[in-house]
């Protein structure tokens, strides 16, 4: 059986493995976008409850889509399949477009007006407009 000073180092160094929060994640529109939706509209596309804009997530693997449902939607990520979950069986919804990068979602958003994203916002370039910042 572990000690005290065993179960505490165990704590420490799980605390010290756990992934740092990332700063901050830009909501992103084309450069071309002549009106960019308010968050509270970015949250029902991406949560299937309008049909516009035209959302585009990171695939299921991207810690960014959990902690961009977290933070600008307030849903966690079983709120969130159980919600594409219904809209998918009913026939009522198609999930948003997935991309695997960052360098994807710029081009994809990039190459839509009518299309919003999100990424980290240290990956920001002029080829897209932050419309909200999350944190």
């Known amino acids: 059986m572990a000690g005290p000073a065993a179960l505490a180092g165990a704590v420490l160094a ?7 929060a990332r700063a901050e994640i830009g909501i992103i ?3 071309h976008a002549a009106n960019p939706p308010p968050l509270a509209q970015v949250c029902q596309a991406y949560l299937g409850k309008v049909k516009a804009p035209t959302s585009i997530n990171f695939n299921e693997k991207s810690p ?16 969130v399949l159980a919600t594409w979950s219904k809209l998918i069986l009913t026939g009522t919804g198609t999930p948003p477009a997935e991309v695997d990068s960052a360098a994807a979602m710029k ?7 009518n299309a919003v994203g999100y990424i ?3 990956d920001i370039d002029p080829s897209v407009t932050i419309i909200a910042t999350v944190n």
């Open 64 to 79: 960014l889509r959990d902690e961009f449902y977290a933070k600008a939607c307030k849903k966690t990520p079983a709120q």
């Open 107 to 113: 081009k994809a958003v990039a190459a839509d007006p």
């Open 120 to 122: 980290d916002k240290k």
């Open 14 to 20: 799980t605390l010290l493995a756990a992934p740092a």
């Open 29 to 31: 529109v084309s450069s």
